[in-house]
C-alpha cells in the first residue's frame, strides 16, 4: 500500500508540473527568482521495471538497476524551471510544425521569417525534456546536466544576429565525457562527478560558430571502457539510458548511448557524441539518427575525458545529413595542443550534405555475408543498384585484430593522467590521479559506484605490454585496417563500403577511417537498422554527400512513437 500512494504520489506531481507547463501557473515565481524549493521529481522504487526484465533474452538488459542512486533531477531541472513553466502550451503547438524533425536550414529559414526566435527554439526543447524526462514513465534518463545559461544566452544570439554559420543558435547536446565551463563533466563516474574544467576545443569552436549548448546527456560510464559484458548506457551518475523506440526492449548502443536516445526524442537540434571503436555509430544506429565517427583528426579531441588518444574522435549525430555536416563544419579547426589535428580545412564539409552525389556515378562495395544474411540490407542494396548505383560484392581478407585492447588499456593507463593533470581546475574535487586510484576508489562502494564491476579497469592495471610492443601493436592494427578494405576499394574503383550498424567498426578505428551511418529501416520488432558507408581518411565530404543521396532515396526514418507530442 504504501509503494501504490508513493507511485501516486510521483505521478500527481509530474501531472501538476506539465499542467503548469501548460498553463503558466498563475501564482509563479518570476523568471529571475531562483527557485530553491519546488520539488518536479521524486525517487521511486524501480524494482518492478528491473524485474521485468531480469529474463530479457539479452543478457546485457537484465538490468540490476534503472534509476541513478546519486542524481537529483531537481537539481537538473529546478534552475529553469520558472521560464519554462511559462512557455505556454499554446506557443509549443504553433512552434512544433516549423521545428520538429525539421532540419537546420529549415528551422534557420523559420527564424529569418520571424516565425519563432532562437530564445523559443531553446524553450521547445527544453519543454520536450521536462515534459518526458520528469515522468517515470517516460524517462530516457538521457539529460543529465542542463546549462543554466541556456536562455539568456539565447536572447542575445536574438539580439545581436551575427551569425554566419548556420550552426547559429541551435540548440546542442553533449555526451557527458565533453569539458564545458558551466557545467560538470562526469563521464558518468562517480569519481568525476564534481570535476570542472574549461571548454573542450570543439566546444569553443561550436560557441564561436553561435551553437546555444543545452546540455550534457549520459552515456555508458567511462565511454564503455569499465566493466565487461555490462549494459550499454549504463553510468552510475546518470543511471540506465532507456531507447525510445522501445524502453526496456532494445538496447541503446554506446557509448555516446545519451546523445543517440536524445536526438531520436527530439530533445534537441543535434548532439555530439564520441567513438573509440563503435561509440557513435553504434547509438546511432540503435536510434535512429545519423552519425559520423570522422577520420582521427579531423576534430579536436583537447577537453574530452579520453580513452585513446590513437583512436578517439568527438564526431556529429543528428536526425539527418545536412545536419550532419552542419554540426560538422562547425566543430572544425587545427588544435595545437593535439598532435594528430589536421590543419587541412576541408571547406567542402559546410555544404556536402546539401550537395548529393547521384547514386549513378557511385561505386560501392556490399559483404557478401551481408546480402546473405541480413533481409533489409540485400533489399537496402537492391534499392540502390536500382537508382543507378555500381555495386560491388566482396569477402574481404582476413586479417587479424590481435592486440587491440592493448591499444585501448595503455593508452588509457597514460592519456587519462595527462586529462586529470591538464584539464580538471579543481584537483581538490576529483579524489584519482590515475586507473589505480580509480579502482580502489569504486571498490570503496562497489554497489553504488561499480554495480556491474570494473573488469575492464582491472584489465588495465594487469596489461604489461611495454611502449615499444605498443608501437608495434598500433603499426601492425593500423595496415591489417587499411588491408580489410583497401584490397577491394583499389581493385574495384570504390567509393565506400557499406556495412550495418557498428558492424565493422573496429576495422575502421584501427585504420583510422571515416564512418557515416544512415537509417536504412527497422526490423519486424521495431527495432531500428542502419546502413554504414565507411570511406578512406579525410573522404567526410563524398561519405556525406553519398548519405544524402541515400536518404533522399529511402527517406525511412520514423519518430518513436511516444515521443511525438
Not at 549548448?213 to 552510475?236: D, M, R
Not at 531520436?264 to 540503435?286: D, F, H, K, R
Not at 585496417?481 to 583499389?490: A, H, I, Q, S, W
Not at 563524398?542 to 519518430?559: A, H, N, P, W, Y
Request: proline share 4%.
Amino acid at each position: 500500500m504504501t509503494k501504490s500512494i508513493a507511485s501516486i504520489g510521483n505521478v500527481l506531481v509530474v501531472f501538476l508540473f506539465v499542467l503548469c507547463l501548460g498553463t503558466a501557473c498563475k501564482n509563479e515565481k518570476k523568471p529571475q527568482e531562483k527557485n530553491t524549493d519546488v520539488v518536479l521529481w521524486s525517487p521511486y522504487n524501480d524494482s518492478t521495471e528491473v524485474a521485468a526484465n531480469a529474463e530479457h533474452e539479452n543478457d546485457r538488459m537484465r538490468y540490476k538497476l534503472i534509476q541513478s542512486k546519486v542524481l537529483d533531477k531537481n537539481d537538473v531541472f529546478r534552475p529553469l524551471y520558472n521560464e519554462v513553466s511559462q512557455f505556454s502550451e499554446e506557443r509549443y503547438e504553433q512552434i512544433k510544425p516549423l521545428v520538429l524533425e525539421q532540419d537546420i536550414p529549415t528551422i534557420q529559414g523559420h527564424i529569418e521569417a520571424e516565425k519563432l526566435t532562437y530564445e523559443e527554439l531553446a524553450l521547445f526543447y527544453l519543454k520536450r525534456i521536462y515534459k518526458y524526462e520528469l515522468d517515470n514513465s517516460t524517462t530516457l534518463n538521457t539529460v543529465i546536466a542542463l546549462n543554466p545559461n541556456v536562455l539568456n544566452e539565447a536572447r542575445k544570439l536574438d539580439k545581436d544576429k551575427k551569425g554566419l554559420h548556420p550552426i547559429y543558435g541551435m540548440p546542442i547536446l553533449l555526451k557527458d565525457n565533453i569539458g564545458t565551463q558551466n557545467m560538470k563533466t562526469t563521464a558518468g563516474a562517480i569519481a568525476l562527478q564534481h570535476n570542472t574544467t574549461d571548454n573542450a576545443f570543439i566546444v569553443n569552436r561550436l560557441k564561436e560558430n553561435g551553437a546555444l549548448i543545452l546540455g550534457k546527456v549520459n552515456l555508458s560510464e567511462w565511454a564503455y571502457f569499465l566493466c565487461s559484458g555490462c549494459p550499454v548506457g549504463y553510468s552510475a551518475v546518470g543511471g540506465q539510458t532507456l531507447n525510445p523506440y522501445g524502453r526496456r526492449i532494445f538496447e541503446t548502443g554506446g557509448s555516446s548511448s545519451g546523445s543517440g536516445t536524445s536526438i531520436a526524442a527530439n530533445y534537441a537540434v543535434a548532439a555530439v557524441g564520441t567513438e573509440t571503436s563503435g561509440s557513435i555509430l553504434s547509438p546511432s544506429s540503435q536510434n535512429s539518427v545519423v552519425g559520423l565517427k570522422p577520420t582521427i583528426g579531423l576534430l579536436s579531441r583537447t577537453g574530452i575525458v579520453p580513452i585513446s588518444s590513437t583512436l578517439d574522435t568527438p564526431g556529429p549525430m543528428t536526425k539527418n545529413v545536412s545536419d550532419n555536416a552542419i554540426l560538422l563544419s562547425a566543430m572544425m579547426g587545427h588544435d595545437y595542443d593535439d598532435k594528430a589535428s589536421t590543419r587541412e580545412n576541408f571547406s567542402g564539409i559546410f555544404t556536402s550534405g546539401e550537395r548529393p552525389i547521384p547514386l549513378n556515378e557511385v561505386r560501392l562495395g556490399v559483404f557478401k555475408n551481408l546480402m546473405e544474411g541480413d533481409s533489409i540490407y540485400k533489399a537496402t542494396i537492391e534499392k540502390l543498384k536500382n537508382a543507378g548505383a555500381k555495386i560491388v560484392e566482396f569477402t574481404p581478407p582476413e586479417v587479424q585484430m590481435n592486440g587491440f585492447l592493448s591499444i585501448l588499456n595503455i593508452d588509457m593507463k597514460n592519456d587519462l593522467p595527462d586529462y586529470i593533470d591538464s584539464q580538471i581546475q579543481d584537483k581538490d574535487a576529483v579524489k584519482i590521479t590515475s586507473i589505480a586510484d580509480a579502482v580502489a576508489f569504486n571498490k570503496q562502494d562497489s554497489l553504488v559506484r561499480i554495480p556491474y564491476g570494473q573488469a575492464l579497469f582491472e584489465g588495465i592495471l594487469a596489461d604489461s605490454t611495454t611502449a615499444e610492443g605498443l608501437a608495434e601493436i598500433k603499426n601492425t592494427l593500423e595496415q591489417n585496417g587499411r588491408l580489410y578494405f583497401n584490397d577491394t576499394m583499389k581493385k574495384h574503383d570504390l567509393d565506400a563500403i557499406l556495412s550495418i550498424n557498428n558492424y565493422h567498426a573496429g576495422y575502421a578505428a584501427v585504420a583510422k577511417y571515416p564512418a557515416l551511418t544512415i537509417p536504412m529501416g527497422y526490423k519486424k520488432t521495431g527495432e531500428p537498422i542502419s546502413l554504414t558507408f565507411i570511406g578512406k581518411q579525410f573522404s567526410e565530404g563524398s561519405l556525406l554527400r553519398m548519405g544524402k543521396s541515400f536518404e533522399d532515396l529511402t527517406k525511412v526514418r520514423r519518430q518513436p512513437e511516444g515521443y511525438k507530442e
